[in-house]
């Protein structure tokens, strides 16, 4: 793995550690300007809108566990399951595009409840 998909692995690590919990202000500097969203749910939104109608208002994730990372080319991919704090849990795939060292766009893909 070269250095520079090394250090995208640890961006993506530190974007769902702060996920959970709950900083978006770490967030912020790890995406570009002209970032967008998308997931069956909202389409190419926005950087603003993605923190307005993705980010949590209240604790609601109790730990995200990355079960595959797979760098490839300017994205990353990653599988995980994600923990409620209701006890309930799900898994999902992403796919992160990186321009340079930043987050240029994220797609997910939801998966089904576990």
Excluded at 20 to 40: K, N
Excluded at 103 to 113: L, P, Q, S
């Amino acid at each position: 793995m070269s250095t520079l998909d090394t250090a995208r692995c640890d961006t993506v690590r530190r974007l769902y550690a702060a996920y959970v919990a709950q900083h978006p202000d770490v967030v912020r500097p790890m995406l570009t300007s002209d970032f967008t969203f998308s997931s069956p749910r909202d389409d190419h939104i926005d950087r603003d809108q993605y923190f307005k109608h993705c980010w949590p208002k209240e604790k609601i994730f109790r730990a995200i566990h990355i079960e595959h990372l797979v760098p490839d080319r300017d994205e990353v991919i990653v599988g995980y399951r994600a923990e409620k704090i209701d006890g309930s849990s799900f898994r999902n795939v992403e796919m992160i595009r990186f321009t340079g060292d930043r987050i240029a766009e994220v797609n997910v893909y939801f998966g089904r409840n576990v």
